[in-house]
């Protein structure tokens, strides 16, 4: 077998280009272990070319084994229900990490690193008052849409809160997004901006699944969130583009209902009209809550989540509104 393999290298070399016709690829060719290779060793160069190919992704110069090799033994385990787990991230060991107690970190979403203590002395009732014809609109607007989401969702704070954060979570992506292709047509930084809205984004969506381990929404309240992402998403993006200023005016009105919202929300708990439950054990390791944290806990440090993005969205549009871009001001890194 060696031979004709040899032979067909040969014939390849020397026709040039009409080399691969002399290869078939119907033909695998199994690796050799070292005990057959070494009764092989002199039935040709292919036999040595899979010992040294196999030598060189198994052990390093120094005879140690390297990540790839570590795959290799370990690229497969059972769990419990003998599905197969990937232990790798393609030849790099996945690192494990601890809580400060000690104890094996579970969220493969966020690491530690990412979560923080939320800052509740924050002032909730600060408001922008609308001056100019296009923030009165940009206020008439999220007002008008407050009274839709209340006419259906009434008292189902739970409900109303996963909604608002399906939709909430959107401007931030949008425009992060769209400052990203700007500043790669533009070769320009963004002054950290859009990091601070991708930070944004991704402080909804995790919003988001923490109301998730509280409400279960059934089949017309998922169809809801579909028509709602699907209808919010292309409106942002269109008024992004044409005028950031108005957008990030939006949001930041957006936002302030949203502090509202969460502050009826909590009256509600504190009343006993809804069960302070124990809070889920991924708001906990989010917000770096106490143990013993409760569902009120978690609905106050989201409402001051939303008051701080209700600045960065109102600071964002008054920026513009001087004439300046973005940019031109520091972003507002790390704060939720």
Known sequence: MNRVALKSVIGGLANGRNFNRYISTAVAVRPLESSEFLRRRSDGVLGAFQWRTRM????????????????????????????????????????????????????????????????????????????????KAAFRTVKSLRVLSDLYFQKRHGCHAMMLETVAAVPGMVGGMMLHLKSLRKFEHSSGWIKALLEEAENERMHLMTVMELVKPVWHERFLVLAVQGVFFNAFFVLYALSPKVAHRVVGYLEEEAVQSYTEYLKDIENGNIENVKAPAIAIDYWRLPKDATLHDVITVIRADEAHHRDVNHFASDIQFQGKELREAPAPLGYH
Not at 99 to 105: Q, V
Request: proline share 6%; charged share 30%.
């Open 56 to 135: 060189m992704m198994s052990t390093g110069s120094t005879g140690e084994t390297t990540p790839l090799a570590e795959k290799e033994q370990k690229k497969e385990s059972s769990n419990d229900n003998g599905s197969v787990v990937v232990s790798s991230y393609w030849g790099i060991q996945r690192p494990k990490i601890k809580r400060e107690d000690g104890t094996e970190w579970p969220w493969n979403c966020f690491k530690p690193w990412e979560t923080y203590e939320a800052d509740l002395s924050i002032d909730l009732s600060k408001h922008h008052v609308p001056k100019t014809f296009l923030d």
